[in-house]
């Protein structure tokens, strides 16, 4: 990673965009980080805060002259329990802040941008999806909202790359977990709302659906490098994968985190009234191995034995006053 570059992490002080933060600073990488609502302090000489509302244009731009890469990390995420009308609020929120970043990337030069599109794009299959397979058919239908949106926005950033000298590198996660997740029982992933009920040893044990549902779980510190992989290696007119690259049903992740959570003798219910989404959701990353030298390097056994550590001593009163 070139140290006399200095890439923007909009979402900086977020879950995802903390971890991006310290994969650059590990390469000695200078950093910008927007704050808006949340101060921040930091006493790393490569990180630069500074104030920025991406719902306002010109903040936007502001921020893009400072710097010669971005990571849009800002914006919202799906949820399998969230309501409809919140979604739609969520998809309003990402597609202005997206389509700001992506104006003012343009108007200052920024030379490269990773936008990040998402894994319930693609059309549903029982087998792993390549990244040629997203515009084969159409999302499954529990994701009609935040699948065409994310879907959009790839589709943004491949208008803003044929009309200027910013090169989109899309990255396409898949589950991402760990430390520093949202641990909220309403609008919390799958992962860090089993571990806060785990711990908190909830028995009954109800997990929404059959449990035989299946997908790719990747640790965020695996996904961070991922994507700093993506920015170092990659110059534009590219969507990659970045998950696990291995399967597993809920059922068997399930097992996981109450062993971790020391809650094994829990009885486990599985209530298939309630919301699952897509029945399979697998992603193909020989594309990220090839192209990047990706490895995924976390178990889910390790990662998921390390996100309970941290809920249990960094956010769990935190998250009983959610």
Not at 107 to 129: M, N, R, V
Not at 306 to 320: F, G, L, P
């Amino acid at each position: 990673m070139s140290t006399d570059k200095i890439t923007l992490v909009t979402g900086g002080t977020g879950f995802i965009g903390s971890w991006i933060v310290d994969e650059l600073l590990c390469r000695k990488a200078p950093v910008l980080i927007n704050i808006h609502n949340q101060p921040v302090k930091s006493s790393n000489k490569l990180v630069e805060v500074h104030p920025g509302n991406l719902c306002v244009y010109d903040e936007c731009l502001t921020l893009c002259r400072k710097v010669h890469y971005v990571v849009h990390c800002a914006g919202t995420v799906g949820a399998t329990g969230v309501g409809p009308f919140d979604m739609l609020s969520g998809v309003s929120l990402n597609l202005e802040i997206t389509v700001n970043m992506l104006r003012a990337a343009w108007e200052a030069g920024i030379e490269k941008f990773i936008l990040f599109g998402s894994s319930t794009g693609y059309p549903p299959s029982d087998a792993p999806q390549n990244e040629g397979d997203m515009w084969t058919g159409d999302p499954h239908s529990s994701y009609l909202c935040y699948g065409w949106m994310r879907r959009y926005l790839e589709k943004l950033g491949e208008f803003v790359e044929s009309k200027s000298h910013t090169k989109i590198i899309v990255i396409r996660p898949t589950a991402v977990y760990g430390p520093r997740d949202n641990f909220s029982l309403a609008t919390g992933h799958v992962i860090p709302s089993l571990i806060r009920r785990a711990v908190e040893k909830e028995n009954p044990f109800v997990v929404w659906g059959t449990g035989n549902e299946v997908r790719d779980f990747v640790y965020v510190s695996d996904f961070a490098r991922g994507t700093v992989q993506a920015l170092e290696k990659c110059n534009g007119n590219i969507a990659l994968n970045i998950g696990c690259g291995e399967s597993l049903t809920i059922k068997e992740v399930v097992g996981e985190i109450l062993k971790a959570g020391g809650h094994v003798h829990s009885k486990v219910v599985f209530d298939i009234s309630k919301p699952s989404a897509i029945p399979v959701r697998r992603v193909d990353i020989s594309l990220a191995k090839r192209v990047l030298g990706y490895k995924p390097e976390v178990s889910i056994e390790q990662g998921i034995a390390d996100t309970v550590s941290w809920y249990i001593h960094n956010a769990r009163n935190k998250a009983e006053a959610i």
